[in-house]
């Protein structure tokens, strides 16, 4: 099973991700977080997308589509994934469906988070993720236990460089020109659930929850 999360920077897609690929027993794929790995690296990938990546542009299609190539012919993903920021064209998701068909797989299902723009600025700025892992965190919804340190691994946590208000803005912008055409794409294939966004993270855990037997 594929879950395509889609939704607006600060949206909660990472959040949410973890929750439900565990309660569906898949993996969590974030492109974001496999290229961030690379950048830490210095891999010439990550060395590549470092420039597009901190102006808050979409590094090119086909370095995500052979990322994402890669990593769902991993053993653990056998049983399927839950896609965090994958696809974000139109181009990457006939690059999946042309994918998933060629390795025998079921087409990918596709769930909005619907956020009101109003939250978004304010969730974007006030996240922050470990060092170690990515866990996320956030100022104001999710504190950590002890203030700058992760729950889980006890890493340290730190804002992301395109989380400033100059690249979140830039940002939103590409999400609504490249992005949010997927919604229309996976609703003529009749393969979207739209969930209603705002509100805590529990709340929206909660909504969630109730419609992932839709999904199979
Ligand atoms: P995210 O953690 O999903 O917000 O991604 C952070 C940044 O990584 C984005 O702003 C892009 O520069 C890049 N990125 C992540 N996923 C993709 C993708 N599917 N296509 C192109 N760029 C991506």
Redesign the pocket.
């Known amino acids: 099973m594929i879950v395509v999360l889609l939704g607006p920077?600060g949206g909660g897609k990472g959040t949410q991700a973890v929750g439900l690929a565990a309660s569906l027993g898949v993996v969590h794929v974030?492109?974001?977080?496999l290229?961030r790995a690379h950048l830490a690296a210095h891999t010439p990938l990550g060395v590549a997308a470092e420039a597009?990546?901190s102006r808050?542009?979409?590094?090119p299609d086909e370095t995500?589509i052979d990322m994402v190539r890669a990593r769902l012919a991993e053993p653990d993903a056998a049983p399927g994934a839950v896609l965090?920021?994958?696809?974000?064209t139109v181009a990457?998701a006939e690059a999946l469906g042309r994918l998933l068909l060629e390795t025998g797989r079921t087409p990918a299902h596709a769930i909005l988070l619907d956020v009101p723009r109003a939250d978004l600025i304010r969730r974007l700025t006030g996240r922050r993720v470990c060092r170690a892992a990515g866990h996320p965190y956030h100022v104001e919804f999710k504190p950590p236990r002890r203030e700058g340190v992760c729950d889980v691994d006890q890493s340290e946590l730190y804002q992301r460089a395109?989380d400033t208000i100059a690249t979140v803005t830039n940002?939103l912008e590409v999400y609504d020109r490249e992005t949010a055409p997927l919604i229309g794409y996976y609703q003529a294939l009749g393969r979207l659930t739209t969930i209603e966004a705002g509100g805590t993270p529990a709340e929206v855990t909660a909504r969630l929850a109730g419609r992932v037997s839709d999904l199979r």
């Open positions: 920077p974030s492109t974001g977080d290229l597009y990546m808050g542009e979409l590094v995500v965090d920021g994958f696809p974000r990457q395109d940002r």
